[in-house]
């Protein structure tokens, strides 16, 4: 049986995706910047597929602002 959740990244795995601090992962939750987690089991999890397509629209936001 497949495991559900490896479509999902926990708070910690989603940090260190983005290489960023958990605190500005939650900043960045809280501003709309990234998609809202699930809760399961007392923890976030990330839709880890809408989490990379985020950081990398932002990645790209950033590069034609420069």
Avoid: C, H, V
């Avoid at 490896?6 to 709309?32: V, Y």
């Avoid at 999890?45 to 590069?63: H, N, S």
Wanted: glycine fraction near 4%; charge should be positive.
């Amino acid at each position: 049986m497949e495991n559900p959740l490896t479509d999902f990244l926990s708070t910690e795995q989603a940090a260190e995706a983005a290489n960023i601090s958990k605190p500005t992962l939650r900043a960045w939750r809280r501003a709309g910047k990234i998609p809202a987690p699930i809760r399961y089991a007392g923890r976030y999890l990330y839709p880890r597929t809408a989490f990379i397509e985020a950081l990398a629209r932002m990645l790209e936001e950033q590069e034609a602002a420069a």
